[in-house]
């Protein structure tokens, strides 16, 4: 099993940028695809990027290709989601999850805020 813990959201400005921090627990934690997900009032929650267990394969959302870039340490048991030209329209909780290869994504974190103003 793997616990996740989401850090580095906050208020930026349309335009700016934020870095995002999901540490994992466990030590099969390179064993994983991890992903973020993102929520926003009143949707569902939708996929922003993957990344494999060697990252040699990432994936991402259209809404956000060119924007975001997803990365691993797995030294470190940590995944980064880095934010650029943010919009308004990225505003939501953003989460971490981890699943094993083939299979469903079923650890998540709790979530961390992205607000952006414009």
């Known amino acids: 099993q793997v616990q996740l813990v989401e850090s580095g959201g906050g208020l930026v400005q349309a335009g700016g940028s934020l870095k995002l921090s999901c540490a994992a627990s466990g030590r099969t934690f390179s064993y994983y695809v991890m992903g973020w997900f993102r929520q926003a009032p009143g949707k569902e929650r939708e996929f922003v990027a993957a990344i494999s267990w060697s990252s040699s394969g990432t994936y991402y959302a259209d809404s956000v290709k060119g924007r975001f870039t997803i990365s691993r340490d797995n030294a470190k048991k940590t995944v980064y989601l880095q934010m650029n030209s943010l919009k308004p329209e990225d505003t939501a909780v953003y989460y971490c999850?981890?699943?094993?290869?083939?299979?469903?994504?079923?650890?998540w974190g709790q979530g961390t805020q992205v607000t952006v103003s414009s």
């Open positions: 999850a981890a699943k094993s290869p083939g299979g469903e994504f079923d650890y």
